[in-house]
């Protein structure tokens, strides 16, 4: 697939430190990339950073996005030539409280990062990971397709919707001419071991459970796309292959959620994790009014289409990969590492598309 695109070559992902990018870095590293990460330290204990020691891996910056000049200077002594931007404020709950912070990272942060690459010659291509929500969401029953509206109506969606419109305008504006191809990337709910931030469903049902507490459900009929992170992983990759090797061919933006039958009601998924887990107990609770989307669903005919891109596992499959990976890690005794990289091989063998 794309193995020769990226054996050797120089690559810098933001968020390293984060969930998602802590998969990437160490998939990237298992490709044969050079990475560099740049994010903010780990904000959660556990992190996923921690457990599979990351940090003695790659080679691992420690700033922030908003720091123009170490973010500049992180580009220029380390000359990536494919970047992925996955640094960002990626709560919905914590917008509320930090709207000015939100809008910061994920708007004037991603246009330094975009910035901090245009300077940098020896950026070729550059994937830019947004958000489902980037969305301007009417719970429509079907599948928001890449032409539909941005927009958003929390801080962190609208934030994601700025980001999209940003993309575009700075591709107009700086990179038709010359420069590095950039696309966007936008996922579904992603879920995977080594997760525990606040508010996000499977790492509250995991801490409630681990705590022999009961799993408190906010919103159980929220419908939500679920995804195993490997799977938008794997279009982030695809998506890194093609603009690397045919440019602006495919610099645009592209949905990589799960399939249809993926998309589960809230009270499915903690079910699915008690019974996967082997213990714990639901409680419905609605703790307070902020809003929440009830339904949200991506349509991916494009990136199936263009890309050749489509997802190979379902949500069960997804749940019992996440479960498997928790119940290692509070186990104990185990080298997460090495069991991380085993489910990103599983994974490799199951992919039911392939493209060289």
Same mark, same amino acid.
């Given at each position: 697939m794309?193995?020769?695109?990226? /054996?050797g !070559?120089?690559? +810098?992902?933001t968020g390293? $430190?984060?969930?998602?990018g802590?998969?990437?870095a160490?998939?990237?590293?298992?490709?044969?990339?050079?990475?560099?990460? #740049?994010?903010?330290?780990p904000?959660?204990?556990?992190?996923l950073?921690?457990? &599979? =020691?990351?940090s003695? /891996?790659? $080679?691992?910056?420690?700033?922030?996005?908003?720091?123009?000049?170490?973010?500049?200077?992180?580009?220029?002594?380390? =000359?990536?030539?494919?970047?992925? %931007?996955?640094?960002?404020?990626?709560?919905?709950?914590?917008?509320?409280t930090?709207?000015?912070r939100? *809008?910061?990272?994920?708007?004037?942060?991603s246009? *330094?990062?975009?910035e901090?690459a245009r300077?940098?010659?020896?950026?070729?291509?550059?994937?830019?990971?947004?958000?489902?929500?980037?969305? @301007?969401?009417?719970?429509?029953?079907?599948?928001?397709?890449?032409?539909?509206p941005?927009?958003? #109506?929390d801080?962190?969606?609208s934030?994601?919707?700025c980001?999209?419109?940003?993309?575009a305008?700075?591709?107009?504006?700086?990179l038709?001419?010359?420069?590095?191809?950039?696309?966007?990337?936008r996922?579904?709910?992603?879920?995977?071991?080594?997760?525990?931030?606040?508010?996000?469903?499977?790492?509250?049902?995991?801490?409630?459970?681990?705590?022999?507490?009961e799993?408190?459900?906010?919103?159980?009929?929220? &419908?939500?796309?679920? =995804?195993?992170?490997?799977?938008?992983?794997?279009?982030y990759?695809?998506?890194g292959? +093609?603009? *690397?090797?045919?440019g602006?061919?495919?610099?645009e933006?592209?949905?990589?959620?799960?399939n249809? =039958?993926?998309?589960?009601?809230?009270?499915e998924?903690?079910?699915?994790?008690?019974?996967? #887990?082997?213990?714990? &107990?639901?409680?419905? %609770?609605?703790?307070?009014?902020? %809003?929440e989307?009830?339904?949200l669903?991506?349509d991916? $005919? !494009?990136?199936?289409?263009?890309?050749?891109?489509?997802?190979?596992y379902?949500?069960?499959?997804?749940?019992?990969?996440?479960?498997?990976?928790? !119940?290692?890690?509070? @186990?104990g005794?185990?080298?997460?590492r090495?069991? &991380?990289?085993?489910?990103?091989? @599983?994974?490799?063998?199951?992919?039911v598309w392939?493209k060289?």
């Amino acid at each position: 697939m794309w193995r020769k695109t990226y /054996q050797g !070559k120089r690559v +810098l992902l933001t968020g390293h $430190t984060g969930f998602k990018g802590g998969w990437l870095a160490l998939w990237l590293k298992e490709l044969g990339a050079e990475v560099c990460g #740049y994010a903010l330290s780990p904000n959660t204990t556990p992190s996923l950073f921690n457990a &599979t =020691q990351l940090s003695n /891996q790659i $080679t691992s910056v420690i700033g922030d996005i908003l720091d123009r000049k170490n973010l500049e200077k992180t580009f220029q002594e380390f =000359q990536p030539e494919i970047v992925f %931007h996955l640094a960002a404020q990626p709560l919905v709950r914590l917008s509320y409280t930090e709207p000015v912070r939100t *809008y910061e990272t994920n708007v004037m942060g991603s246009l *330094y990062v975009l910035e901090a690459a245009r300077e940098t010659p020896s950026v070729k291509a550059f994937v830019n990971i947004t958000t489902d929500k980037c969305y @301007e969401n009417k719970e429509v029953a079907r599948g928001y397709k890449e032409d539909d509206p941005m927009g958003g #109506y929390d801080m962190y969606s609208s934030s994601k919707g700025c980001v999209e419109i940003l993309s575009a305008s700075f591709r107009r504006s700086f990179l038709q001419d010359g420069g590095y191809s950039l696309a966007t990337a936008r996922a579904g709910n992603v879920i995977g071991g080594g997760d525990w931030a606040a508010d996000r469903l499977i790492p509250d049902c995991i801490r409630a459970i681990e705590a022999g507490q009961e799993i408190e459900i906010r919103n159980p009929a929220a &419908t939500r796309p679920w =995804q195993h992170v490997l799977e938008p992983l794997s279009g982030y990759l695809l998506l890194g292959h +093609l603009l *690397y090797t045919q440019g602006n061919k495919y610099a645009e933006g592209f949905n990589l959620g799960p399939n249809p =039958q993926s998309v589960l009601t809230v009270a499915e998924v903690a079910q699915q994790v008690v019974q996967a #887990y082997g213990k714990g &107990t639901v409680k419905v %609770h609605k703790r307070d009014n902020l %809003h929440e989307a009830n339904l949200l669903m991506l349509d991916i $005919t !494009k990136a199936a289409q263009v890309l050749g891109w489509k997802p190979s596992y379902t949500a069960q499959e997804a749940i019992a990969k996440t479960v498997a990976w928790y !119940k290692k890690f509070y @186990e104990g005794n185990h080298d997460m590492r090495a069991f &991380t990289v085993q489910q990103i091989h @599983e994974y490799e063998e199951n992919l039911v598309w392939k493209k060289n």
